[in-house]
């Protein structure tokens, strides 16, 4: 598989995120190496009939839109009428690699930042609407062209269309617009309200899109956490209880202790690393199970690694670490954490960093047991099979 290259002198990664990344909109012009369509109208309708794939059918009536959600028999596509029409497929890097590759050449984010990559295929005249999201996106234009305009700042005040789950904005004014051809990039940051509207048939576009938590779910998910694993002993004592002149009062010095239950729970910054490296790492779709149907044992696995063998990383799967004390990191894939010390560090960031892994055919114990784990959990699986 050829790898889609970025070049340098056509996107300016340092220049990119010193101006642009989550503050303003770039265009960007056929910026690729050599710019190859990475899948085909008929696959992603091919995905697209898969109970497990997320996707969604938006069509164009005379007056609104409407969105209907898969999967789709592959007969429906022919029959659609003539009003225009797009496919949403979600997370097609997690069902093929020549789309998860598209991701590679924006890891210049963290891995920890990105989310996946949703692909849209239109008819002349399909979009799904102007809209904001709440995250950074990389549109790719894959196939055929699109009219992308792009408006201003948007909020949760901006009024939108009622009673429509495409989540459309009630008034768009565009201030800027362009036609994108195959291998041209349009970067749109946060909140900025943008519309893509396919100029012919067979338009395709790639949305590399990230993540970044809301505080809300942060803290609820923390809170969640700490929870399910607070001692049901550990609770509140009167130190020196005064008579109240008002029974109804709770007293500033009981709301200071209470508060400082929950603080001082929450200031636990290594236990929030564990959680939110675990949390953050947990695949949104967990239905791609690479688990072998028997455990491997670290016996077999050394057999295998030795005859030379190599690993491949589950392109649905999610990989990140922390550093601790000591030079060891806490590696996290999909939902589980491993501590790593020795040499186990550098094959852990070596997992991070590359969907293909380069290990010794020699592992060590310890590194046999990682991968082990690995395998056996579905995250990492032989090149081969
Ligand atoms: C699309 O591909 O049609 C929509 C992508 C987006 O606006 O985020
Ligand atoms: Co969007």
Sequence with gaps: MDRPVLLPDKFDVAEFL?????????LIRNPWAAWTNPIEPDELAGLAT???VETRLIELSRVSLTAEHGPFPAARFGKLKKQPWTLLVQAVDNHVPEVAALIDPFRFVPNWRIDDVMVSYATDGGGVGAHFDQYDVFLIQGLGRRRWQIGGMCDAATPMVPDSDL????????????????GDILYVPPRIAHNGVAVGDDCMTYSVGFRAPSRGELVSGWAEDL?????????????ALDPEANPGEISAGAIDALHAMVVEAVQDREAFARWFGRYNSTRKYPEIDWS????????KLRKRLAKGAGLYRNPASRFSYVRQDAGSVLLFADGEAFACAGEVVAVAEQLCASDRPALSDEPSPAVTELIAALINQGSVAFDED
């Excluded at 010193?18 to 770039?26: A, G, I, S, T, V």
């Excluded at 399910?228 to 609770?235: E, K, T």
């Excluded at 072998?292 to 670290?298: R, S, V």
């Design 167 to 182: 989540r459309l904005l009630a008034a768009f004014e565009p201030v800027e617009e362009w036609i994108l051809e195959p």
């Design 227 to 239: 929870a399910s694993s607070a001692n049901d002993d550990d609770r509140f004592r009167d130190t």
């Design 50 to 52: 898969d109970d497990d």
């Design 292 to 299: 072998p149907e028997k455990p491997i044992t670290a016996a």
């Design 18 to 26: 010193r101006d642009y990344w989550q503050k303003k909109p770039l």
